[in-house]
Structures are given as C-alpha cells and as structure tokens.
C-alpha cells in the first residue's frame, strides 16, 4: 500500500519569504501523479499543484513550484513570495494511475503560517 | 458554473441514529468520490463512482456504511447506528472521469458529522 508522509506538522514563514514544505511517499509503482492540495480553514480542499512522474521537468504554478525526486521519493512544495491567503494546511497527496481506482492517499498535513 | 456543493455543511445527532449526507457534483463530472477527514488527520478514501457504479468501495470501514449514486450525478452516503467514532468531516470530490486519464479531484466543503 501507498503511503504518504509529511514530517513537518506545523511552519511558519514571514510575508514575502518563501518556505518549503517536505513530503516523500512509498510505493512500488513507476507511473503516478503527486499533487498538493491546500485546505484553509473554510475546510474546500483546492489544489495547489500536480505533478506526474513520468515528467522529469518540476511542475510550476506561478508562486508554486515543486522539487520532485523519483528515486528519494521525495515531493517538496515552494512557495515564493508567500502572502497571507497563503495560510492553511497543506497536505500531499498521491495517486496511483494503475488498477483502475483514482482514489487520493494523503498525508497527514502540514499547517503553514504566514506571519506579517 | 458551481462547484461540488455538499448538504448539510453541518450535522449533529445521537450515537444509534441513522444519517445521510448528500453530494452535488460538478455538472458532467462522471467521476465521484467520498472521503473522511477526522481531527488533525489527512482525509481518507471512502469510495469512487464511475457513472452510477461503484468502482472501488474498499474504503468502507464497515458494513454501516453506505453510498449510491442511482442516477450518475449527486451522490448520498448513508451511515447506519452511528457511533462517536463516526464523527469527521466527510469530503466529496468529483472529476470529469476521461477514459485513460488521471483527472484533478475538484473537492465539495465537506460535511462536519457530530456524533454524541
């Protein structure tokens, strides 16, 4: 079974710095997606980022960016220039793209502050 | 267009009590799932619909627990004799359901279930 985990349970970070958040996963499968999600306190999960493993390029999403190493199955989170709507939990998560179920394994959350 | 929509936002009853929680999702979305998210904890998957079928239903903790989707669209997951330990909030995701694809899970505001 696929487990994901997220070592840092709480972090801080003042506007306009940038934190990275930490996530590495277990599994024996070659092909799958990592994605990180967002979770302010009004509980929607939104997502942040995606990235598929097959892609050897680090997804970006403007602020966003990711640090994806396959073989430390390793998946850290950037954030630039954090802002506080940046505030939230963060949580991993990953999918495996065989056996017909898209289900999402997620860790445990890391809850990120952003301080003015 | 709108988002995943959930009813109720919230839901308090008595250990013993039947309760059913009820999922909209996004209009043309085939693919529909249910987590549960208990306190300080990531969610977990419950449940995957592909159409009206239950594609993976591994994630029922138990015989309890319910969920149908008789008509490919909303979605009701359904708990019997309740019990304190059923207390979460239970998320509901959906996503287009493209043949071959791995599609991004667009997540409802959850449920939070009170159980006492």
């Known amino acids: 079974a696929q487990t994901v985990t997220q070592s840092q349970p709480e972090m801080s970070v003042q506007e306009a710095e940038t934190v990275t958040l930490s996530c590495t996963y277990d599994t024996s499968e070659s092909n799958y997606y990592l994605f990180w999600y967002k979770q302010p306190p009004s509980r929607q999960m939104i997502l942040v980022i995606r990235?598929?493993?097959?892609?050897?390029q680090n997804a970006t999403e403007n602020r966003f960016s990711v640090n994806f190493q396959k073989a430390a199955k390793s998946f850290s989170l950037k954030i630039s220039d954090s802002q506080l709507g940046d505030t939230a939990m963060y949580f991993c998560?990953?999918?495996?793209?065989?056996?017909?179920?898209?289900?999402?394994?997620f860790g445990k959350g890391t809850k990120l502050t952003v301080n003015p | 267009g709108a988002g995943v929509s959930q009813t109720p936002s919230n839901k308090v009853t008595e250990k013993g009590k039947y309760v059913e929680l009820r999922c909209d999702p996004i209009?043309?979305?085939?693919?529909l799932y249910w987590y549960r998210q208990s306190l300080g904890q990531g969610p977990e998957f419950l449940i995957y619909?592909?159409?009206?079928?239950?594609?993976?239903d591994s994630g029922l903790p138990n015989d309890r627990f319910f969920a149908v989707r008789p008509e490919g669209s909303v979605s009701t997951l359904k708990i019997q004799r309740t019990e304190r330990g059923d207390s979460a909030v239970y998320l509901c995701a959906s996503s287009p359901g493209l043949a071959g694809g791995t599609d991004t899970q667009y997540f409802g505001p959850g449920t939070r279930l009170t159980v006492l």
């Open positions: 209009s043309g979305h085939t693919a």
């Open positions: 619909f592909q159409g009206t079928g239950a594609a993976d």
């Open positions: 990235q598929e493993a097959y892609k050897q």
């Open positions: 998560a990953f999918m495996n793209t065989q056996g017909g179920s898209e289900k999402l394994v």
